[in-house]
């Protein structure tokens, strides 16, 4: 069976590597995306004419017209977990299965959270950069994480983690979200306007849907301490960045860290980066070797699944998968 890695070169190395990449030629006949930007619409269906199955990164966009312009097309495999850039509807209106990987990068995100929140309380990037620049930095008091309390916004896989870190590091830990039932004593479950008020540290890390658009703006972040810090390792979705920079510049709050934002590939955005009290990062948060492997790898377990035309773990429509390949039965 054919199958396209809509990955460019770059993606490819780092968010699909070579021991994945062998696997999926094991099972199938690869062609490669060669091309240093990702594939719209229109190269999409030229490269996948005769393709039956696309493995694509999360910049390869999955629009209503892929589905009707490629017949051969049995699946639309997604190396991530966020979907929101394939149609789904279409894909199920056309036979065509979607699937996406299950999150890998649990301890990856967490991590880097715990990362934030020291450097946001030490200043450790704020001095190196003094440092490196010839000038001695401002010595200032800092805070230490043990007896602070940290807010999670949303108590799905990363904060759950996050959570158990946390608490062994001596922290307070509160938890908003209403689509959940906690029960660690250790873990107090409060409304968000609870969380936001109480709060050293805000780590936000709720699902991107409609409901959570701009779930912290003005309102959500005049609640916070003069010297909390809020952190973002959900989406840019969830942020209104204009009242985020304005309580940063107006110093209505501490400072914040962010891997993810509104600019391209939903990293951050370049205004709210350059600010003196930011710390950001450029969407890196599951970029070790651990969490991608488990995620490509993923994929060819799929991929494997389809070819015998078995619906794989991680298929978001299989009732409609109706492109399902006809496989022969063996006497």
């Known amino acids: 069976m054919k199958v396209l890695l809509a990955h460019t070169p770059q993606m490819r190395r780092d968010y699909y590597g070579e021991r994945s990449l062998n696997g ?5 006949d690869v062609t490669l995306h060669e091309g240093e930007v990702a594939l719209d619409a229109a190269a999409l269906i030229e490269a996948a004419r005769d393709v039956e199955i696309i493995v694509a990164d999360r910049m390869t966009q999955g629009p209503n017209e892929i589905f009707a312009k490629l017949p051969a097309l049995r699946a639309f495999v997604r190396c991530a977990v966020d979907i929101r850039n394939i149609d789904v509807a279409a894909a199920s209106a056309a036979g065509v299965l979607v699937t996406q990987a299950s999150p890998g990068f649990v301890q990856s995100v967490a991590e880097l959270a715990l990362g934030y929140m020291i450097d946001l309380s030490r200043g450790v990037s704020r001095a190196t950069a003094d440092y490196h620049a010839g000038r001695m930095p401002e010595v200032v008091m800092g805070r230490q994480l043990a007896g602070s309390r940290v807010g999670i916004i949303g108590y799905g896989s990363i904060g759950r983690y996050l959570a158990d870190l946390a608490k062994a590091l001596g922290m307070d830990v509160l938890v908003a979200d209403p689509f959940v039932t906690i029960d660690d004593a250790a873990i107090r479950h409060v409304p968000l306007d609870d969380l936001l008020t109480h709060s050293d540290y805000v780590v936000c890390l709720a699902i991107a849907n409609e409901q959570t658009e701009n779930l912290v703006g003005q309102t959500a972040l005049a609640r916070m301490q003069r010297h909390a810090s809020f952190i973002n390792l959900s989406r840019g979705n969830l942020v209104d960045e204009a009242a985020l920079a304005a309580a940063l510049r107006e110093k ?10 509104r600019a391209l590939d939903q990293m951050p955005s370049p205004e709210l980066a350059r600010l003196p009290n930011v710390i950001a990062t450029p969407h890196v948060g599951g970029l070790t070797p651990q969490a991608i492997e488990h995620q490509s790898s993923e994929t060819v377990r799929q991929v494997a699944d389809i070819i015998k035309g078995e619906a794989p773990v991680g298929a978001v429509n299989a009732e409609h998968w109706t492109r399902r390949p006809r496989v022969k039965e063996t006497s």
């Open 252 to 261: 209505r709050i501490a400072g914040a860290a962010m891997d993810v934002g």
């Open 24 to 28: 999926l030629r094991a099972v199938a």
